[in-house]
């Protein structure tokens, strides 16, 4: 089943069809969010949040379901950047790494799945180069190269990292969290140095702590004086917020600009949902 969430736009000429702006999609079991990019600007003009509530999904029927509720992606566009965020992913050192090899690494964590491909992604985190090898379920591979022109296919973890590295923020012990409605993605930096990037899933605030507390406590995070960065589908005063707090002192709401985005802001959608998705970096 497909809801969709949440739709905001701007000027429907920016992103009419045959534009040259480029749309950005992030898909999982559990949601689907697409949002177009202005390329002389690089601002968001539109986006759109659905939430895909079956388990085992068809994905023919889903993106069916998507093109007749979406405004978005009934367009034609310069360039498709596709965000897979999906938790089986490897990342690998350069120099461990060969496209051979790439499946042989995700299926001793995962175990084996036939009905995927496998694809990877080079980064460069800091000068420390590595590959992030990752599956997709085979029919949804397939949909996204017959129904988009020009995609180029990210995972998640990728964009997230690049992001850190064009913002420079990674100075220091820092505990990065990017919420979502059913998981969290957590990574955590030290001195540039990636030491973890996972996801988890959760369903109380508790699950959330608890999680937190055993990350501090592997790579030796102060609570006390270390910060959590976090952004996503929270609130910011809201009751998991507070509830954090009285165990980490310093946690900060990293939210989009207004600068960065030319559709009409919406007070029931503060811009901090958004910025998971905006800080997706190719």
């Known amino acids: 089943m497909v809801q969709k969430i949440i739709g905001l736009f701007g000027d429907n000429q920016l992103y009419t069809h045959f534009n040259t702006n480029s749309l950005f999609v992030e898909i999982s079991n559990h949601h689907f969010a697409c949002w177009v990019k202005i390329d002389n600007n690089d601002k968001v003009a539109a986006v759109e949040l659905f939430s895909l509530e079956e388990e085992n999904i068809d994905w023919d029927d889903t993106f069916y379901d998507l093109r007749k509720q979406s405004a978005l992606l009934d367009k034609s566009y310069n360039k498709t950047h596709f965000f897979y965020n999906f938790n089986e992913s490897v990342l690998i050192p350069a120099y461990k790494f060969n496209a051979g090899n790439a499946s ?132 910011e005063q809201g009751d998991l917020i507070k509830f954090l707090q009285q165990y980490f002192l310093k946690i900060y709401i990293a939210s989009t600009n207004t600068t960065e985005v030319a559709f009409e802001n919406n007070t029931n959608y503060p811009l901090h949902y958004f910025t998971p998705l905006f800080n997706l970096q190719v």
């Open 104 to 235: 042989n690494y995700i299926d001793v964590i995962f175990g084996t799945n036939d009905n995927t491909v496998v694809k990877f992604d080079n980064i460069n985190f800091y000068g420390e180069e590595m590959y992030n090898a990752y599956r997709v379920n085979a029919q949804l591979a397939t949909i996204i190269q017959k129904t988009f022109l020009s995609v180029q296919e990210h995972h998640t973890y990728t964009g997230i990292l690049k992001g850190i590295i064009d913002e420079q923020n990674a100075q220091g012990n820092i505990i990065f969290i990017n919420f979502y409605q059913k998981k969290m993605i957590i990574w955590v930096v030290k001195n540039k140095k990636l030491q973890i990037i996972q996801t988890f899933q959760h369903t109380s605030n508790e699950d959330v702590l608890y999680y937190l507390l055993n990350i501090a406590n592997t790579y030796s995070i102060a609570p006390s004086a270390d910060p959590i960065i976090a952004s996503g589908m929270i609130e």
